[in-house]
């Protein structure tokens, strides 16, 4: 077993080299922690994330010359430092001491004095540094500099609204499976266990509760009638106007929470959930199982047809690889992965699984195209040069009363206390 501090450490050392995420590295690691650490490891490492442009502004003043790129982990360590003693209960001398403590375990002794000094003088000159950060907008807004002025230009009037979103921890939300239950009978079975919880605004499937909890131990679970997943990606089934025995697919599919959503729409649809990653299509399975519900999984490039049978589709979905930055509250590692080339990258791949999907689809036949970002970049404008380019695509407008009206489908901004930012287009072919 190691020290949490020290698996932490390593987890946030390599997320800082680009090496993986948090959802990539965490499972990996967490096995080599006491099992009564393992909240506080993520706590750790999720909380270092969420806060990593502010600390690391702190850093940059507080240390004479940077690090080398090789002592990522000791970058890491003053970040969790720091975090610590901003945002966490835990006693000053206790954090401290403990983190300087794991530069023994990574066999850097040169950087004991540096870790201690480094806090040490945060404790003293906080205030100073507060006052010398002021006008830093990436400090004061916890965003990386290049996301914040991507917000600010595309969202000048919603920018706070957003960045004290992305800044929160996100909301604890379920789906009901309606064919098996009400939300008004969940929700009496809720209040019954004394867990407090309301119906979600916009999504007739969905009840959040006040405080998260492992989903395992809520009624019902295991037997599948309820699902975790955040209202605005629960709002995709209703989009496609399902009817029975339709032939569906599920593009970009993992980890399955829309799939198995569908299913329990309609039964009787004949889906195949697709995706390009093999490691994923594990949890699809996993996720379908539970739900007793019945998929075609597949492994294939969805800007490709070497996996498809020939026969074209009545509806598809496709949840398009993105920036993720409409769910950064619950991926806080996007503030320190992604960078602005990415996008201009992702968008070429949606203009690719667009354009290939569409050619599979039957006339009169319902393609949604989704994101869970806030980038009109990834998004209306995306959907703007697939219509010019497709005469036989329409963009229908979209009578709901979520999201705000695009020049083509809506968008969701991620609300503090609501749903996740995402958005949507709804293409009917001709």
Known sequence: MISVRAAA??????????????????????????????????????????????????????????????DSDIQALLLLGLYQLLHTRIPDHAALGET???????????????????????QRDKSKLDKLLAQNYSFQTNHPAWIEATLRKNWPNQLDQIIAANNSHPPFTLRINTQKIS???????????????TVT???????????ACDPRKLPLFSEGWISVQDEAAQLSADLLQLSPKMRVLDACCAPGGKTGHMLEVEPSLQVTALDADERRLGRVRENLNRLGVTANVMCGDGTKTDWWDGELFDRILLDAPCSATGIIRRHPDI???????????????????????WSLLKPGGILVYATCSVMPKENTQVIENFLKRHKDATCDLLDVEW?????????????EEGHDGFYYARLSKT
């Open 183 to 197: 939300r008004t009978e969940y929700l009496a079975l809720l209040q019954d266990l004394e867990i407090n919880a």
């Open 9 to 70: 450490a390593q987890v946030l050392a390599k997320i800082l080299q680009g090496q993986g995420s948090l959802s990539s590295l965490l499972p990996a690691i967490q096995a080599q922690v006491a099992e009564q650490d393992r909240s506080l490891l993520q706590e750790l490492c999720f909380g270092t994330c969420r806060y990593q442009p502010q600390l690391s502004a702190y850093v940059e003043c507080l240390v004479d010359k940077p690090l080398r790129a090789k």
């Open 403 to 415: 999201g705000i009206t695009q020049a083509y489908g809506r968008q969701l901004l991620p609300s």
């Open 100 to 122: 300087v403590e794991v530069t023994r375990f990574l066999k850097k002794p040169w950087a004991t004095s540096l870790v201690n000094g480094v806090l040490r003088k945060f």
């Open 201 to 211: 605004p916009f999504s007739p499937y969905g009840i959040t509760l006040e405080h």
């Open 335 to 357: 503030k320190v992965l992604r960078t602005p080339e990415e996008l201009d990258n992702l968008g070429e791949l949606q203009v690719k699984l667009l354009k290939n999907l």
